[in-house]
């Protein structure tokens, strides 16, 4: 419960959500009412079809106000939009870890007691700043309300709110663009969504346990195709096998400081990392990728060859290894190494092949031809890469 003054919204109320969706002063808080048309209720307006606007004539703040609420090319957007923002003139523009570290260097006094414990991200004296520029008063298409609350019961009301979240959670699962999801399964899912009273678990439930997202090998046509593992997901699995994640950091050496980003995980990162070239969302503007990357394996690749070789290292240097548990570092025997690889296939790709199998032969010979041409510690760095890569690691 916050305790600011600010309305009760909600996820629209929350510091998280505005941390998350920033804006600037040239933005005056758009970027926000974009997200509640866009993701709440899948207006996009961006998508709108309009003429591109020249800006040569416009030269000040005044004259940029003047053109989206008065021309005709782009009142088609802002006349939704700046409403929609106007709700959120309580909130800061944007929360950095720079504000945070630099108010407890001067003690959290005057006006850096906002940014210390409990930041005071909200300030309802700072609610009608749209009028400090000429901006719209607060409106949800067309019908006027006045606080953030409001908003949120409107946007709840709002028939399109319940058939958007319907449709891109059938996208997400299903790995499908959004607004390509199939009217009819929106429908379906919006009458089961209602009835569950908007409890987002049982719109899960009713995606998952769909036999069409059960089929594992459906007929073309039918059901869904396989579906890639999703970056953070992978991210995680090869964390869980081998006790690493593939960190970097992008500070210059000695880098002291609020201005520093300090290690964070590649997979994940959007501005230094590799999240939305493996086919991730930057949760702004940038959608996930639907279907097969050419950079997604790129990235599944470097992060596969990245691990593998540290697990392999650790293992056969310490004491209590997680995956190479049959072997040490000279070992070369035929049938220790068989064992050990049937338990790779077992841990790695869930699928049971004993000692002397095919695929264990076609494992062993490709082992082996790694350990005749440098020796067993790149050998087995070699093999846990490829069960890392395989398909059925990226697939399901």
């Known amino acids: 419960?916050?305790?600011?003054?600010?309305?009760?919204?909600?996820?629209?109320?929350?510091?998280?959500?505005?941390?998350?969706?920033?804006?600037?002063?040239?933005?005056?808080?758009?970027?926000?009412?974009?997200?509640?048309?866009?993701?709440?209720?899948?207006?996009?307006?961006?998508?709108?079809?309009?003429?591109?606007?020249?800006?040569?004539?416009?030269?000040?703040?005044?004259?940029?106000?003047?053109?989206?609420?008065?021309?005709?090319?782009?009142?088609?957007?802002?006349?939704?939009?700046?409403?929609?923002?106007?709700?959120?003139?309580?909130?800061?523009?944007?929360?950095?870890?720079?504000?945070?570290?630099?108010?407890?260097?001067?003690?959290?006094?005057?006006?850096?007691?906002?940014?210390?414990?409990?930041?005071?991200?909200?300030?309802?004296?700072?609610?009608?700043?749209?009028?400090?520029?000429?901006?719209?008063?607060?409106?949800?298409?067309?019908?006027?309300?006045?606080?953030?609350?409001?908003?949120?019961?409107?946007?709840?009301?709002?028939?399109?709110?319940?058939?958007?979240?319907?449709?891109?959670?059938?996208?997400?699962?299903?790995?499908?663009?959004?607004?390509?999801?199939?009217?009819?399964?929106?429908?379906?899912?919006?009458?089961?969504?209602?009835?569950?009273g908007l409890d987002a678990r049982a719109l899960v439930k009713e995606i998952v346990l769909s036999d069409e997202f059960a089929w594992a090998r459906p007929a073309p046509g039918e059901g869904f195709p396989l579906l890639n593992l999703r970056p953070e997901i992978y991210s995680r699995t090869l964390e869980n096998l081998t006790g690493h994640t593939w960190m970097g950091n992008p500070d210059p050496p000695g880098c002291i400081g609020s201005r520093c980003w300090g290690d964070f995980e590649l997979m994940l990162g959007v501005r230094h990392g590799y999240r939305v070239l493996a086919g991730s969302s930057d949760g702004v503007l940038i959608p996930a990728t639907a279907g097969a990357s050419s950079t997604r394996v790129i990235v599944y690749e470097a992060i596969a060859a990245d691990l593998a070789g540290r697990v392999v290292d650790a293992d056969l240097a310490g004491s209590a290894p997680r995956l190479l548990t049959l072997v040490e570092s000279d070992t070369t025997d035929e049938a220790l190494v068989r064992s050990q690889l049937s338990a790779l296939h077992l841990t790695i790709l869930g699928e049971r092949a004993a000692p002397d199998s095919e695929v264990i032969d076609e494992t062993w010979a490709f082992w082996q031809a790694e350990a005749d041409r440098t020796d067993a510690t790149t050998a087995w760095k070699l093999t846990v890469y490829a069960l890392f890569t395989d398909p059925t690691m990226w697939l399901y």
């Open 1 to 196: 419960v916050y305790t600011d003054g600010r309305p009760a919204a909600g996820i629209l109320g929350t510091n998280a959500m505005w941390r998350r969706y920033t804006t600037n002063m040239s933005g005056k808080h758009r970027q926000r009412g974009l997200f509640i048309a866009q993701r709440l209720l899948c207006d996009d307006l961006r998508a709108r079809d309009f003429p591109v606007v020249p800006l040569d004539g416009i030269v000040s703040e005044e004259g940029m106000n003047d053109a989206v609420s008065s021309d005709p090319n782009c009142v088609a957007c802002h006349a939704t939009l700046d409403p929609l923002a106007a709700y959120f003139w309580g909130f800061f523009d944007n929360l950095k870890s720079d504000h945070i570290t630099d108010a407890y260097a001067d003690d959290c006094a005057g006006g850096s007691a906002d940014y210390c414990y409990p930041v005071h991200m909200y300030h309802p004296a700072d609610e009608d700043g749209f009028e400090t520029y000429g901006l719209p008063e607060p409106g949800f298409y067309g019908q006027q309300s006045e606080t953030l609350g409001d908003l949120a019961v409107q946007v709840a009301s709002d028939p399109r709110f319940p058939q958007c979240t319907a449709r891109r959670f059938q996208g997400y699962f299903t790995q499908v663009q959004w607004n390509l999801v199939p009217d009819e399964r929106v429908d379906e899912l919006t009458a089961a969504f209602l009835a569950s």
